[in-house]
């Protein structure tokens, strides 16, 4: 069998990235995260689309670069096709299709959210792949959602949220509390530190599978205004509770799910990605489970639950494998199914 290198770029938020695979292992993966959204509490698609044109050249020369690999050995080069920025995908796509043109090379599109859900199958050492079927729970800054993956392209989204996606609810949560964006890793942080049981906030009520998390957000801005008319620093004095509580009302909103998934489909392995699967809470509450409830959980390295290209490739290594190519006719959407 010969080796296939595949250049893979992710563009379709605010981080530009870009990786180079070995068949299934990743020789390099770098990202570039665009800072400049901090300071508005939220990305901003203008500017986001004006960085990665600043940050594309640069960060797939590093991927070549640390890969050890010329761009003429590359077999196809993979890209994000969405959902995403309209103005942040066009900026991957537009530089994958004349890559790979000017090399006569295959043109691979892949689902950023297929992506989240395969990044599972990166040859790493020290983690195990899940085998079909399995449970994802795919939790990131624009989705939340549970999917059946019965095989690598036959996904099916069992339920998912009917309002913010559960990284907006950290981040809304940290704005309401002050914290810079994206404020789910500082929630997390001084989550750490704080008591889970210190305040209660009521959990949605929303039938089967769905999610919502739009009404705990108004719970926790209205628990605060209350708060702060009784005492200003309020929030200052008991920042590590008020994070502890609200990363532990998130947690269970996601387990109670979970569970339920689990009776529902009699599948006990589950497999977590997106941004939000970084939360050390969630990390340490699934693996819990195994004992717990005899689940089997798959967490992949930190690396590959962010927004980030390895996942991108290890996805299109799997089309190169079958084939599945595209022209440069192929289009870039905002919302795409997995
Ligand atoms: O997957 P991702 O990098 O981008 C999207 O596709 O959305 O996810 C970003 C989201 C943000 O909402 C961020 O606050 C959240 O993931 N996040 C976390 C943590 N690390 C990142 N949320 C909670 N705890 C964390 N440790
Ligand atoms: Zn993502």
Redesign the pocket.
């Known amino acids: 069998n010969p080796e296939v290198f595949i250049l893979a770029i992710e563009s379709?938020?605010d981080?530009t990235a870009a990786a180079i695979l070995q068949n299934d292992k990743v020789l390099s993966n770098v990202v570039a995260n665009q800072l400049i959204h901090s300071q508005y509490g939220g990305v901003v698609p203008e500017l986001a689309s004006r960085a990665h044109q600043q940050n594309i050249v640069p960060v797939v020369d590093a991927a070549l670069r640390k890969a050890k690999i010329q761009k003429e050995q590359l077999s196809a080069i993979a890209f994000t096709q969405g959902p995403g920025l309209m103005g942040s995908l066009l900026v991957g796509s537009s530089f994958a299709k004349s890559m790979a043109v000017a090399l006569q090379i295959p043109l691979i599109a892949v689902n950023?959210m297929q992506a989240?859900v395969l990044a599972h199958f990166i040859d790493e050492d020290g983690f195990e792949k899940p085998s079909f079927p399995f449970l994802a729970l795919t939790i990131?800054?624009?989705?939340t959602q549970i999917i059946k993956v019965d095989d690598f392209f036959d996904m099916t989204v069992i339920g998912e949220t009917t309002d913010d996606?559960v990284?907006?609810a950290?981040?809304k949560s940290a704005k309401i509390l002050g914290l810079p964006y994206?404020?789910?890793?500082l929630?997390?942080k001084y989550a750490q530190l704080g008591n889970p049981k210190a305040f209660a906030f009521t959990k949605p009520k929303v039938p089967g599978l769905d999610f919502s998390f739009s009404g705990l957000k108004t719970a926790i801005l209205y628990f605060i205004q209350k708060k702060k008319l009784e005492n200003p620093s309020f929030v200052e004095e008991n920042l590590n509770d008020i994070c502890a509580s609200i990363q532990h009302t998130i947690i269970e909103i996601l387990m109670d799910k979970l569970k339920l998934a689990v009776k529902e489909t009699g599948i006990k392995q589950i497999a977590i990605g997106?941004?939000?699967s970084?939360?050390?809470g969630i990390r340490s509450t699934l693996k819990e489970t195994e004992n717990k409830y005899g689940w089997k959980t798959f967490i992949p390295k930190f690396e590959y639950t962010?927004?980030n290209a390895a996942m991108i490739g290890i996805v299109g290594y799997q089309k190169f494998l079958t084939q599945t190519f595209e022209t440069s006719a192929v289009v870039s959407k905002a919302r795409i199914q997995l």
């Open positions: 379709s938020c981080d950023h989240h990131s800054g624009g989705h996606a990284g907006e950290f981040d994206p404020g789910g890793p929630i997390d997106g941004g939000v970084a939360n050390s962010t927004d």
